[in-house]
């Protein structure tokens, strides 16, 4: 016998706090849920269902916090949570997040910086779908398969909600995305046949907004070259590149084909240096913010006379920083990142090391004595555990962690504390308005034998 499905319930609840990935609150038995479109100060009805999660039937008492969206797509594409929320509470919200996750800390949690909440995103990846989200049922009970091209639904990636504007893309993204809601791009790729020709447009601006088509190898030159000649019109076009993905899995990468018009990559600037970033690399999404994340891993290197920029990509911080230090050595797998930052350095008459290999082998070749300072950026899922066990055996000054997911560097913060190093320092930056993340740097010093 198959075991029985948990009945749901119903449930009356006062949503009185944000986690990292939504607002939640408790019922008076004190069992704590989740559910997505609330507020905090909201008194809900939900439905209860699995792992802490909730669905919002209806709200019964509206929060005295509670603003008008800015965007017409709030809560029904995936985007964003918290535009309902004002911004300034918003960060009072994460910064008792982050206190909550580090409650055992007994260094300092600097305040939390951040810039403008809207029009901040300088890179947008928009999908295409055959089938489109209606928030009405019975409007997708009677609806037909077509072509079309916007964001996937929360949790809900076999459909599209249409995009017409932005209110977190950059004002050029914005303009992009607007005209290309007109052009009616078909046939839109098929994720369960896995046919058709559009599969994904990403925009992102740097020095000018550049525009990638991804298509399937069934797109022809005339299709694409159609779309960039309207794209033209668009007055911060830096370049239209063709990429051809025919792969099964729904990500926005492919093989470049083609640079139709324009320039193939982007220029950032980050503290005054000139940055050129392949179409496809790594940098912030959003601009103010970077300049905030830099001063905050600029005051935690600040007694260091050389950064050690592990996992550098483009060099784009070790450049950045680059007045700060004597010495800055960068290290990264990539060899193509690597001759882009010794590029990039060169541009901005910066002086440095970059070596191409793996960080384990190739820190061996490099002084991490007195006045030193590691620099660790991990992706979103932190440090693989052979990583942080290593780095925990390391000795230098200073350690500097930084992470776009603080559940990471709590993590991590464990293994590198089970070595000889000890978190002093703290600091959070609101990058991502209108969501629940939060960027953090931590600082640790290197204390031999527990000093």
């Known amino acids: 016998m198959g075991s029985r499905r948990r009945k749901r319930k119903l449930a009356t609840i006062t949503m009185d706090r944000l986690e990292f990935k939504g607002i939640s609150g408790t019922t008076e038995s004190g069992v704590r849920w989740m559910a997505k479109g609330s507020c905090v100060g909201d008194v809900v009805h939900v439905q209860t269902g699995r792992k802490g999660k909730a669905s919002l039937l209806e709200v019964l008492e509206k929060s005295p916090l509670r603003v008008a969206a800015k965007c017409p797509h709030f809560l029904t594409c995936g985007g964003c949570q918290l535009q309902h929320t004002p911004l300034?509470?918003?960060?009072?919200?994460k910064a008792n997040m982050i206190q909550r996750l580090f409650s055992d800390f007994e260094g300092t949690i600097h305040p939390m910086l951040g810039a403008e909440g809207y029009y901040y995103r300088n890179k947008m990846e928009l999908s295409f779908g055959t089938r489109r989200f209606y928030r009405d049922p019975t409007e997708a009970s009677s609806a037909s398969d077509g072509s079309y091209l916007g964001m996937h639904p929360w949790k809900w990636y076999s459909k599209i909600v249409p995009l017409t504007e932005c209110a977190l893309a950059h004002p050029s993204i914005d303009k992009a995305i607007q005209l290309l809601s007109t052009l009616k791009l078909e046939?839109?790729?098929?994720?369960?046949?896995?046919?058709?020709?559009?599969?994904?447009?990403?925009?992102?601006?740097?020095?000018?907004?550049?525009?990638?088509?991804?298509?399937?190898?069934e797109a022809s030159r005339e299709q694409?070259?159609?779309?960039?000649?309207?794209?033209?019109?668009?007055?911060?076009?830096?370049?239209?590149?063709?990429?051809?993905?025919?792969?099964?899995?729904?990500?926005?990468?492919?093989?470049?084909?083609?640079?139709?018009?324009?320039?193939?990559?982007?220029?950032?600037?980050?503290?005054?240096?000139?940055?050129?970033?392949?179409?496809?690399?790594?940098?912030?999404?959003?601009?103010?913010?970077?300049?905030?994340?830099?001063?905050?891993?600029?005051?935690?290197?600040?007694?260091?006379?050389?950064?050690?920029?592990?996992?550098?990509?483009?060099?784009?911080?070790?450049?950045?920083?680059?007045?700060?230090?004597?010495?800055?050595?960068?290290?990264?797998?990539?060899?193509?990142?690597?001759?882009?930052?010794?590029?990039?350095?060169?541009?901005?008459?910066?002086?440095?090391?970059?070596i191409a290999g793996k960080v384990e082998e190739c820190l061996e070749q490099v002084e991490t004595g007195a006045g030193s300072t590691i620099l660790l950026d991990p992706p979103r899922e932190g440090l693989h555990p052979k990583a942080a066990t290593f780095f925990a055996q390391q000795h230098a000054d200073g350690l500097v962690y930084v992470a776009c997911n603080p559940k990471s560097l709590q993590r991590d913060q464990v293994i590198l504390e089970a070595g000889n190093w000890k978190m002093t320092d703290l600091w959070m930056v609101d990058m991502f308005p209108q969501t629940p993340h939060v960027e953090c740097v931590g600082k640790f010093v290197y204390q031999p034998n527990g000093s």
Do not use: M
């Not at 046939?187 to 599969?199: K, L, V």
């Not at 640079?259 to 179409?279: A, D, F, W």
């Open 88 to 93: 300034e509470r918003q960060r009072t919200q």
């Open 187 to 217: 046939p839109a790729w098929h994720t369960y046949s896995h046919t058709g020709t559009w599969r994904h447009i990403v925009l992102r601006h740097g020095g000018g907004l550049l525009i990638n088509l991804i298509t399937s190898s």
């Open 224 to 354: 694409v070259e159609e779309v960039c000649t309207q794209l033209q019109t668009l007055p911060d076009l830096r370049g239209v590149l063709w990429t051809i993905n025919d792969g099964v899995a729904e990500v926005a990468t492919g093989d470049l084909k083609e640079v139709l018009y324009g320039e193939s990559t982007l220029e950032v600037v980050l503290n005054g240096k000139v940055l050129e970033i392949p179409h496809d690399g790594f940098s912030q999404v959003n601009d103010v913010g970077a300049e905030l994340l830099l001063e905050c891993i600029a005051a935690a290197t600040a007694d260091s006379s050389r950064l050690l920029d592990l996992y550098c990509g483009s060099g784009a911080i070790g450049i950045a920083l680059s007045d700060h230090f004597t010495d800055i050595i960068g290290i990264e797998i990539q060899p193509d990142a690597i001759e882009r930052a010794k590029q990039n350095a060169l541009q901005n008459s910066v002086s440095g090391t970059w």
